[in-house]
């Protein structure tokens, strides 16, 4: 596509649910990244796919937290029993290589947990 | 550890001035130096970005200065207007690694006041 779609825009929960949030990247993009952007703050890294690499995990606050990226193309980011403090806008972004340079962020999930 | 240091948090300019950022990185590894603007609702997006061998890019109202002995690099909006309204983040990454992705700063709330 032309751009990184992300779904839903916006998502309302009950606390204690699971929810998942998609991201379509860019067509041929080979890396794939979420962030996640809490009210009035910054960018915090969740997660990264490079290619057919092991993903790098680090960013996961916790194990309720997991994400799998099909067929190169398409990721998904679960949330389990979700919290209060996951409510923020989770970001996807593609790049065509690694290294940081020319990411194209989605516009969102606004996930708010009641 | 955050590795990216920004601010101010939020800053009010006059039409016309000039709005400053500022930004101090830890790891000297980082060669690469994005500069990302967000609009409310949106993800956010490259606005200028610049490699540690230049002390200074310019593009249009938007220059970065570089210090690479001071770790420290920062935004210059030239002339703002109240279009340049917005979230602005910087970064830092590592452009020829695999396995880096991008680390961003808290992010500055920029408000032009016409």
């Known amino acids: 596509g032309a751009g990184v779609s992300q779904s839903p825009s916006n998502k309302v929960t009950e606390k204690g649910k699971d929810v998942e949030l998609r991201c379509d990247p860019i067509s041929g993009h080979t890396a794939l990244y979420w962030y996640r952007q809490s009210l009035g703050q910054g960018l915090e890294f969740l997660i990264y796919f490079q290619g057919n690499s092991a993903p790098d995990k680090s960013g996961l606050p916790s194990d309720r937290f997991s994400a799998e990226r099909t067929g190169g193309s398409v990721s998904t980011l679960t949330i389990q029993r979700t919290q209060q403090e996951d409510s923020a806008v989770y970001l996807c972004?593609?790049?065509?290589?690694?290294?940081?340079?020319?990411?194209?962020f989605g516009s969102g999930t606004r996930l708010t947990v009641v | 550890q955050q590795q990216v240091k920004q601010s101010p948090q939020s800053l009010i300019v006059q039409k016309g001035g000039i709005s400053i950022i500022n930004c101090a990185y830890e790891?000297?590894?980082?060669?690469?130096f994005p500069w990302y603007q967000q609009f409310p609702g949106k993800g956010p997006a490259l606005l200028i970005a610049?490699?540690?061998?230049?002390s200074e890019k310019k593009e249009g109202r938007f220059t970065i200065s570089f210090n690479k002995s001071a770790k420290q690099f920062s935004l210059h909006i030239m002339d703002s207007q109240p279009g340049d309204s917005a979230t602005y983040f910087c970064a830092a990454s590592r452009l020829y690694s695999s396995a880096s992705k991008i680390i961003f700063g808290s992010g500055t709330r920029l408000s032009i006041r016409p």
């Open positions: 972004a593609s790049s065509l290589g690694s290294g940081g340079s020319g990411y194209t």
């Open positions: 790891n000297t590894a980082f060669d690469y």
């Open positions: 610049i490699r540690p061998d230049v």
